[in-house]
Nanobody, 126 residues
Framework: RIQLVESGGGSVQPGGSLRLSCVASGFTFSTYCMSWFRQPPGKERGGVATSDRAGGTGYADSVKGRFTISRDNTKNILYLQMTGLKPEDSAMYYC????????????????????WGRGTQVTVSS
């Protein structure tokens, strides 16, 4: 059974840090593009960061320099280290897996992702 299970969300003050984890099972994790998306209340789900099979990473402009995506292919875990958190980072965070070749789909196209987790909530407020 294919599963993506996120954890690590919570409530933090502006400037704080969190590390999200996504444990994958039921598919060959190392051969997939893995990404983080987020969805603020009342808004569309958008891409945050990507980690491709070739070892490359990508970030949305809004999180560059503050967030770091990484993966452990031996444990089938995807991470998102978030620092310098801002209120506008508040959202439900989802991990997603795409089997499209060596590189992640361009433009964070949600349709290109095959599997999704249920999300973990991040709230940034004072």
């Amino acid at each position: 059974r294919i599963q993506l299970v996120e954890s690590g969300g919570g409530s933090v003050q502006p400037g704080g840090s969190l590390r999200l984890s996504c444990v994958a099972s039921g598919f060959t994790f190392s051969t997939y593009c893995m990404s983080w998306f987020r969805q603020p209340p009342g808004k569309e789900r958008g891409g945050v960061a990507t980690s491709d099979r070739a070892g490359g990473t990508g970030y949305a402009d809004s999180v560059k320099g503050r967030f770091t995506i990484s993966r452990d292919n031996t444990k089938n875990i995807l991470y998102l280290q978030m620092t310098g958190l801002k209120p506008e980072d508040s959202a439900m965070y989802y991990c997603a897996a795409s089997r499209t070749g060596w590189y992640c789909p361009g433009g964070y196209s949600r349709a290109a992702y095959n599997y999704w987790g249920r999300g973990t909530q991040v709230t940034v407020s004072s």
